[in-house]
């Protein structure tokens, strides 16, 4: 398990990579149909869907060392990965950008979405 102190630099980092591959993804879309936003606030980053007002939440859990995402009426536990040096949900095996990706796609309906 990782020490605090490493978790909070790696998991700190890795939301930082997320929220900016976001708001890629937000800036490509057309600017009068913009299908979520991004926010952050206090370490918890958030993707509210305007559509129909859901969000999706992702929240660091230091006592355990992983990233919690709240979405599609779900909970996914991501696991640090040291191999990878990336987060994991362990079911699946697919990193933080991946799953985050496979969720906006789910939840929209559009397999267009990507995030890099």
């Known amino acids: 398990m990782l020490d605090e102190v490493t978790f909070r630099r790696e998991c700190d980092r890795a939301l930082e990579s997320l929220k900016q591959s976001l708001i890629r993804a937000e800036d490509q879309s057309d600017a009068d149909e913009i299908p979520f936003e991004t926010e952050e606030k206090n370490g918890v980053l ?27 009426t779900t909970s996914f536990k991501l696991d640090w990965d040291e191999a990878g040096k990336v987060f994991r949900l362990p079911k ?19 397999n267009s979405i990507s995030l890099s």
Do not use: C
């Open 46 to 72: 958030n993707v509210v869907f305007e559509q129909d007002n859901s969000k999706f939440v992702f929240t660091p859990n230091t006592p355990v060392r992983q990233i919690w995402i709240s979405a599609l």
């Open 92 to 110: 699946t095996g697919e990193d933080l950008l991946i799953l985050t990706q496979r969720l906006l796609r789910e939840h929209l309906g559009d």
